[in-house]
């Protein structure tokens, strides 16, 4: 890892140890100014690829600096009443030339390994279905047992200890941990945003057409939280995305039972309760 990257991550943990509430999660946390903790390897990557931009933004806003205070204080009227009449330079016309030239090459060749990684869907393990709806996701497990359920926002008012505020929700995601999971989405009515941070996913939800997009795998079980990330009506804001990662132990066995409980359930009032507006 460059020496620099290594100088601005050490920056970092020191001003998120001098607020408290700054470090990041797998979850958003009060004033966080970075990125989530990653959870997947791409995730991974897009910090790293941050971590460059910021070194390389930051060299040049240092170097653009320098350079108007060396015009404002050395070329000024009063220090240089006689300018120079120069018109070119073939050496600085080179160097400005070449230099921004090299620098775009080094953000593309990772941006576009980035991309290329990010599209191209790698061997699955299991392949999920979520449907956006206002305001509210359903999920289908197409690999096991194709049943579905909703998931619905947790009121305020009805939230248990621990869990947080406008990202929980009724019913989980449950993946099992080093799985590499597909997930196909769309929308039944308008454009929505299937998004987990910490996963590095975002895509669109769009209706009348299947968007594919994969995550994994994740090492680490724990909770993974996201929100629709596309405006779609009053309730938008209230349209959470919860993630669970367990053991494979645990997945099997949550399926079983997800199978009996969800198999024949259409679950009508819930999907009434996500037309309700929460106080």
């Not at 997947?40 to 240092?62: G, N």
């Not at 170097?63 to 009449?85: G, K, Q, T, Y």
């Not at 989405?185 to 590095?200: C, E, I, Q, R």
Request: hydrophobic letters at 45%.
């Amino acid at each position: 890892m460059p020496i620099a990257v290594r100088l601005f991550r050490f920056l970092a943990l020191l001003g998120t140890l001098a607020m408290p509430g700054l470090a990041a999660a797998a979850q958003p946390e009060p004033w966080q100014l970075n990125f989530q903790d990653a959870a997947t390897p791409l995730m991974e990557q897009i910090t790293s690829f941050h971590d460059l931009l910021l070194v390389i933004i930051t060299v040049i806003t240092l170097f653009v600096l320098v350079l108007l205070a060396i015009v404002i204080f050395r070329f000024n009227e009063r220090v240089n009443p006689n300018p120079s009449r120069t018109t070119h330079n073939t050496t600085i016309e080179v160097l400005w030339t070449v230099i921004p030239v090299v620098i775009l090459v080094a953000i593309a060749v990772p941006s576009f390994k980035l991309l290329y990684k990010s599209d191209v869907i790698p061997k699955v393990d299991m392949t999920i279905k979520a449907t956006g709806h206002q305001w509210y996701w359903n999920y289908e497990y197409v690999d096991h047992g194709n049943f579905s359920f909703d998931a619905n926002m947790i009121a305020t008012e009805d939230l248990k200890q621990g869990q947080l505020r406008l990202l929980e929700t009724d019913n989980r995601v449950v993946v099992p941990v080093d799985a590499i999971v597909r997930v196909q989405v769309t929308a039944a009515d308008v454009l929505h945003s299937w998004t987990v941070p910490a996963f590095g996913r975002k895509i669109d939800a769009v209706p009348g057409r299947l968007n594919e997009i994969w995550f994994g795998p994740v090492k680490n079980e724990g909770v993974y939280y996201g929100q629709c990330s596309e405006l779609c009506g009053t309730r938008h804001g209230f349209m959470p995305i919860t993630v669970e990662v367990v053991s494979k132990k645990k997945f099997d066995t949550w399926i079983e039972k997800a199978r009996k409980e969800f198999a024949a359930d259409d679950r009508p009032s819930l999907r009434e309760y996500a037309q309700i507006e929460t106080k």
